[in-house]
């Protein structure tokens, strides 16, 4: 978001906070890193140790982002101040402190509002933005698929539309005018026409994407194949732990917002069965709406999975605040309710055995795991497994020799558990939904073996 204009050290540069616009990731220009002083404001609901970890969270994103964090100031306040998020002298204290420093950039920890980055950019002459940009400028770094390109411009431009004020001219040399506008249109009403036509069209190709997402979901609802999701706070391990368990070869970066874009691999859990393991982008503090809802198709895999792999960094200080910030963010996307699984990993991280103990004893039925070094994986695996068993009814069938149509749809329909011949025929031990086993009605024995679930009859 930096000014041209404004940059005393490089005449052409536009900052690591580029300008929003165009297509993710072709605006972030490199030629040295920014100055920047963070600031974050305490109140009565607030303790002042969480706003230090969460400014100190903001320091690595925007280390991430590609800039230098110079400087922190903490105010406690009984409100937010309506017209400068921190009040007019803290803004003039904090103008001071930025001249002293050089710094380019002011950020807050919450997210301004458009009058308030307004007149804090007024008083502070030079840029004001909010954790929100910090962390879509991150994303416009990292999304490499179609899908995660698309989800990071629509997020962009959702923030960007309500704050449209003084960027008339720069958005007016994208696209001639002719023909777009009436007798006495502004050129501001001009260009939010025209960022609500480009959020159109992000909108209908997020909503194909979705579409064939939930394709793929019936054809995994009929093949009886059940999805794991790896969910959890950003950098916690999660495709570390998915290359660990399966092979796979996710990017995994010591960053913050390493993944953007789902990677699905199988997973041979010790029980015989397959299972889908999908890896997700990584949640936040404070994650910003215009992310849960630009994002919201590759969430869903999350709503739809038969399992959430909660993945936590047992060696993070505030590892307790980082769970409840993903049961949060689950609750909003409507995930609350599908089973948890919480994994506490970077075992190899730990001085000493004490604290991950403490952390499994707070967290019962969790376990502890390190990516790196493959200690617990095989016991995860299969957790992994018990837990899918437990929550799947299971039915049993018996099918004539002579019916082997039955017999292929039944495995084409279920997952077979287990398969026996008897004097009647073979006898299947299968893991079936209520519509599916409705087809098979006359071939279900009359008391199954383990209907209410439990370790899926004999294997």
């Not at 920890?109 to 030079?126: F, V």
């Not at 049961?327 to 996307?333: F, S, Y």
């Not at 493959?374 to 437990?390: F, K, M, N, S």
């Amino acid at each position: 978001m930096t000014d041209p204009g404004r940059d005393r050290r490089a005449g052409t540069h536009r900052g690591a906070f580029g300008e929003f616009g165009g297509e993710a990731g072709g605006f972030i220009d490199r030629a040295f890193r920014e100055q920047i002083v963070l600031v974050g404001v305490a109140t009565p609901t607030q303790s002042t140790a969480a706003v230090e970890e969460s400014l100190e969270e903001l320091a690595r994103l925007v280390d991430t982002a590609g800039a230098d964090p110079v400087h922190r100031v903490l105010q406690r306040r009984d409100r937010i101040d309506p017209a400068t998020y921190v009040g007019r002298g803290k803004a003039l204290e904090i103008r001071d402190i930025a001249e002293q420093h050089d710094a380019d950039t002011v950020v807050f920890d919450d997210e301004l509002s458009p009058a308030q980055q307004y007149n804090l950019e007024g008083i502070l002459g030079r840029t004001a933005i909010d954790r929100t940009t910090v962390i879509l400028d991150i994303f416009a770094q990292n999304a490499s698929s179609t899908e995660g390109k698309v989800q990071v411009e629509l997020a962009q431009l959702r923030y960007r539309l309500p704050r449209l004020r003084g960027s008339g001219y720069r958005l007016s040399q994208q696209a001639g005018g002719i023909g777009t506008r009436g007798p006495g249109e502004t050129q501001l009403e001009v260009d939010r026409r025209r960022l609500l036509r480009r959020i159109t069209t992000l909108e209908g190709k997020l909503r194909g994407i979705r579409r064939h997402r939930g394709v793929q979901a019936r054809r995994r609802q009929r093949s009886a194949q059940s999805t794991v999701a790896i969910v959890g706070y950003t950098n916690a391990g999660k495709s570390s732990l998915l290359n660990a368990v399966c092979g796979a070869e996710a990017h995994v970066e010591d960053r913050l917002f390493a993944t953007l874009d789902a990677l699905t691999r199988r997973l041979d859990l010790p029980g015989g069965e397959t299972v889908l393991l999908v890896d997700t982008v990584g949640f936040v503090r404070k994650l910003p709406h215009e992310f849960v809802e630009a994002f919201m198709s590759t969430l869903e895999v999350a709503v739809d999975a038969d399992l959430l792999v909660h993945v936590v960094d047992a060696s993070a200080p505030d590892c307790e605040r980082q769970v409840e910030a993903v049961r949060e963010v689950l609750d909003v996307i409507g995930a609350a309710k599908v089973p948890e699984l919480l994994v506490f990993n970077k075992l190899d991280r730990l001085d000493a055995a004490a604290g991950v103990e403490h952390l499994l004893a707070a967290y019962q039925g969790s376990v502890a795991v390190s990516a790196v070094t493959g200690a617990g994986l095989e016991h995860l695996t299969a957790v992994i497994g018990d837990r899918l068993r437990a929550a799947a009814a299971t039915a049993e069938f018996v099918v004539p020799f002579s019916r082997g149509e039955v017999m292929a749809g039944l495995h084409r329909s279920s997952q077979v558990l287990a398969e026996t011949a008897t004097g009647e025929g073979m006898r299947y031990t299968v893991r079936i939904d209520d519509a599916s086993a409705a087809r098979f009605a006359d071939f279900r024995c009359p008391e199954p073996g383990n209907a209410a679930g439990g370790d899926g009859g004999d294997r």
